[in-house]
């Protein structure tokens, strides 16, 4: 715009310039580092000394940084420990969403139920491995603590509705047994994919992880696919 005083013209006043946000890769790339670290340590004394007995100041302790550095990176202890659950679900450094996960996306690919089967059996396997350890942690705190509690009900709440999605896609192949509905082939994947399945097969009884695998995706193929 011109501004005068009188009739004198002073000059173009420039527009104000916005402001841009800058985000740096490399602080970036640190911050995720850091955020690595102390989800790396905050796992290691969850699983020795249980999720009661551990403290903020000691995970900040044992990665190497300030305890307010745990909270800015990550949160409080119970946003700790339900960040180390969903990257166990997700196999990656965060929370993702099921449909976007890389074995969801492959078994929707495949043609065919039982590559589907065999597909969602070798991740089911993959899951527990992770996640095995800290399903006995959050098994023995729950009782104690109200927001684990909560967060082990969303969690299986969640594995149940994917589970739904899972039979809605088993039954479109058309290769399925007559007379199954959607809910009983999710409530019979449901039941079979939880850690605690795969605790008492592997770690009670001493399968090996790859005989639990082929056997579960054995067992699906048994139960609803046509002609088996």
Not at 110 to 132: C, D, H, M, N, S
Not at 166 to 176: N, R, S
Not at 193 to 198: D, G, I, K, T, V
Request: hydrophobic residues 45%.
């Amino acid at each position: 715009m011109i501004l005068r005083i009188n009739t004198g013209t002073i000059g173009r006043v420039p527009d104000p310039v916005k402001s841009r946000s800058y985000r740096s890769p490399l602080r970036d790339e640190r911050a995720r580092r850091t955020r690595r670290v102390i989800l790396a340590a905050a796992r290691r004394l969850f699983v020795q000394h249980g999720y009661a007995a551990t403290t903020v100041a000691e995970i900040a302790a044992e990665a190497g940084v300030a305890v307010d550095t745990v909270y800015a990176a990550v949160g409080a202890k119970s946003v700790l420990f339900r960040l180390l659950l969903e990257t166990a679900i997700s196999g990656t450094d965060e929370a993702v969403p099921a449909e976007e996960r890389d074995y969801v996306q492959r078994m929707r690919a495949q043609p065919r139920a039982r590559q589907k089967l065999e597909t969602y059996a070798a991740a089911v396997r993959a899951i527990a491995e992770r996640q095995g350890p800290l399903h006995l942690v959050l098994r023995d705190a729950a009782a104690q603590a109200p927001e684990l509690a909560r967060a082990r009900e969303d969690i299986a709440a969640r594995r149940a509705k994917n589970m739904r999605l899972l039979a809605q896609d088993l039954i479109a192949t058309g290769d399925l047994r007559p007379g199954l509905d959607v809910e009983e082939i999710a409530d019979v994947v449901w039941s079979m994919n939880s850690a605690e399945f795969y605790y008492l097969l592997v770690h009670e009884r001493g399968w090996l992880p790859a005989k639990y695998e082929q056997w579960l995706a054995d067992t699906w193929c048994r139960l609803f696919l046509a002609g088996i």
